[in-house]
């Protein structure tokens, strides 16, 4: 036997990348997470988009909550963005979570608080009268004074200079103040700086830009015109 020849190893096959579905809806926020992870990656995936109104019946046996958005994942469901979010990350690179595992933790946090603070947004869309306008107004003010200490002083991002995972669940979270501001006097960003600049390069960042169509603020203008409240009125002047 020739001992000097090396056995030849075999070849690594490439884990192929799994087709990627998107079930999603025009406006949703946390479907716009999704996109943007998606984009920051670099994975191709299709978006099918539903109406939640009207659900149709293959997505009720994908979703056990009946929300958007779902990973379709070679067909097999994925929900809560969340976790959708935390999969990609692990399926390609680059990393957006970061390597720290307490800094990882406390980021995880954060993105339960852009929920919260996208539940206060849905509060202050559909309030039905003044104080309770003016009650999630105040709310807000709360969580956006919160996310202004948090923030990292030098930017651009959540963390500094990695576009991580904070970043995408907020992305959406900005989109809604560009209508929000032309329908009342709502000063949230306007004595924190780092809030500001936040926004602004979240709004230049092109992963966030493609999370929504190019309608996108024609529908959620019609979609809050027809909530019934009073954001709606002043939307209808
Ligand atoms: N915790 C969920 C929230 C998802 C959610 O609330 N999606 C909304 C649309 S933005 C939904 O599908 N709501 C159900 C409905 O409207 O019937 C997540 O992070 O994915």
Request: hydrophobic share 45%; with cysteine.
């Given at each position: 036997m020739d001992t000097t020849t090396p056995p030849s190893l075999p070849?690594?096959?490439?884990?192929?990348?799994?087709?990627?579905?998107?079930?999603?809806?025009?406006?949703?926020?946390?479907?716009?997470?999704?996109?943007?992870?998606?984009?920051?990656?670099?994975?191709?995936?299709?978006?099918?988009?539903?109406?939640l109104s009207d659900k149709p019946a293959w997505f009720l046996a994908v979703?056990?909550?009946?929300k958007t958005p779902v990973l379709l994942v070679d067909g097999q469901p994925l929900f809560e963005s969340a976790a959708i979010c935390?999969?990609?990350?692990?399926?390609?690179?680059?990393?957006?979570?970061?390597?720290?595992?307490l800094v990882r933790a406390r980021e995880?946090?954060?993105?339960?608080?852009?929920?919260?603070?996208?539940?206060?947004?849905?509060?202050?869309?559909?309030?039905?009268?003044?104080?309770?306008?003016?009650?999630?107004?105040?709310?807000?003010?709360?969580?956006?004074?919160q996310v202004e200490q948090a923030l990292a002083a030098d930017g651009p991002w959540f963390a500094g200079d990695r576009f991580g995972l904070v970043d995408a669940a907020f992305g959406p979270v900005f989109r809604y103040l560009d209508l929000f501001e032309r329908l009342g006097d709502f000063d949230w960003l306007r004595q924190r700086p780092r809030l500001t600049a936040w926004r602004r390069a979240l709004a230049r960042r092109t992963s966030v830009q493609?999370?929504?169509?190019?309608?996108?603020?024609?529908?959620?203008?019609?979609?809050?015109?027809?909530r019934g409240s009073v954001l709606s009125s002043r939307a209808l002047r």
């Open positions: 070849t690594p096959t490439p884990t192929p990348t799994p087709t990627l579905v998107l079930v999603s809806h025009a406006l949703c926020p946390y479907v716009q997470r999704a996109a943007i992870v998606l984009a920051e990656k670099g994975l191709p995936f299709e978006r099918r988009d539903i109406d979703s056990p909550l009946g935390e999969y990609l990350d692990e399926l390609a690179a680059p990393r957006l979570h970061a390597d720290d595992a995880r946090g954060w993105m339960e608080f852009g929920s919260a603070t996208l539940n206060a947004i849905a509060g202050l869309y559909n309030a039905p009268d003044e104080p309770a306008l003016a009650r999630w107004q105040a709310d807000l003010d709360g969580k956006f004074a493609g999370a929504v169509a190019a309608d996108y603020p024609q529908r959620l203008a019609a979609f809050v015109r027809a």
